[in-house]
């Protein structure tokens, strides 16, 4: 069993940043994928940023050049470091793993910009 708890969310400026970070634990090398999703208020949950594990990385449009996602596999933690944060950025931010057929989430995180 794989268990994902997100930490790091709060409330912060608009064009100031944010790290979050999600610990994994369980088998944390049966994850192939890991990646960071939100959902805004009243919107459906959106791809924010994946990284494979090869470390090769995806973004959404909207993030790119200002959100960095990174894995620490010796610690089993994903991170999400957050630049240059908009309103438009404010979300309930969760994490994702994906390994094989099976898709775990964590609870989610609450970020909140305000202009």
């Known amino acids: 069993q794989v268990q994902l708890v997100e930490s790091g969310g709060g409330l912060v400026q608009a064009g100031g940043s944010l790290r979050l970070s999600c610990s994994v634990s369980g088998s944390f090398f049966s994850i192939n994928t890991l990646g960071w999703y939100r959902q805004p208020p009243g919107k459906q949950r959106e791809l924010v940023a994946v990284?494979?594990?090869?470390?090769?990385?995806h973004y959404a449009d909207s993030v790119k050049g200002r959100f960095t996602i990174s894995r620490n596999n010796a610690k089993n933690t994903v991170y999400l470091q957050m630049n240059s944060l908009n309103p438009e950025d404010t979300a309930v931010y969760y994490c994702?793993?994906?390994?094989?057929?099976?898709?775990?989430w964590g609870h989610g995180t609450q970020v909140t910009v305000s202009s």
């Open positions: 994702a793993g994906v390994g094989g057929p099976d898709v775990y």
């Open positions: 990284i494979e594990r090869g470390d090769s990385t």
